[in-house]
């Protein structure tokens, strides 16, 4: 059986084209993954989550996607560890709006 891959959207192409000239940049790299994300590449979409909170440890909503994604796929401990981690990342940053997303969404998975 021959796997499809599909074709990149036109925000793709033009998030990657802008990646390649910022590389580091954290906004660019999570849009990037939201839009691995959308195309059902989770694999992908972690990667890009995942540099993310290398980037930037602080960015609290790569947190919270990356464990949406890991519930999606069925991952729950992994899901409840990347939420613990947001949840860390978002009082070290002082973001209590993320941190309470981020604790409702733990809570949601039990």
């Not at 599909?6 to 580091?24: A, V």
């Not at 994300?37 to 992908?44: D, H, I, P, R, V």
């Not at 613990?84 to 973001?95: C, F, L, N, S, V």
């Amino acid at each position: 059986m021959e796997v499809v891959v599909p074709e990149p959207s036109d925000r793709m192409r033009k998030l990657q084209s802008m990646i390649e000239k910022q590389p580091n940049d954290t906004f660019l790299l999570y849009g990037i993954a939201l839009e691995h994300k959308k195309a059902g590449q989770t694999s992908e979409a972690i990667e890009f989550l995942n540099r993310v909170i290398q980037a930037d440890p602080g960015y609290c909503y790569a947190y919270h996607q990356k464990g949406l994604i890991y519930e999606s796929t069925g991952d729950n401990e992994a899901a409840r560890q990347t939420y613990r981690e947001g949840i860390a990342a978002a009082g070290q940053k002082g973001d209590l709006h993320a941190k309470g997303e981020i604790e409702a969404a733990l809570e949601m998975l039990g």
